[in-house]
């Protein structure tokens, strides 16, 4: 129980950043169309930086990198990993929209935006999940 209330405790520490984070991801125009996802890797790196957290980023197209995350845990076993993906659907002419698909905007509680569903809000608790593995990792066992 310790530990499900100390993970607990981080995500509400880091409520304010997720969101933000969230948010800045959504403002990356990442549509498949042009393929282009520099400006969310750039992001995420950004953030592992500033985190401590070693990546390394491989490519086989340049504005499609991966960023890849490795962890040493306290024992060897089993292996989780997190993937996911930052380009997301052409946001088109769709009627509907009532800000711009790539602006973030935080509305009534809610992130507004092209991929919010699919997959940024997923790509960004894969962020933070990991963070807080990295921190932890010497309680898992």
Known sequence: MKF???ILNLIKSDEEKIINFCAELVRCNTASSHGDTRSAANLIKTFFEAEGIKYQEISAC???PNIISTTEMAQSGKHLMLNGHLDVMPAGNEPGWTVA???GTIKDGKIIGRGTSDMKAGVTAMIFAYKYLQRLKNELV
């Open 4 to 6: 499900k209330d100390e």
């Open 101 to 103: 698909p790539y602006s």
């Open 62 to 64: 340049k504005t499609m």
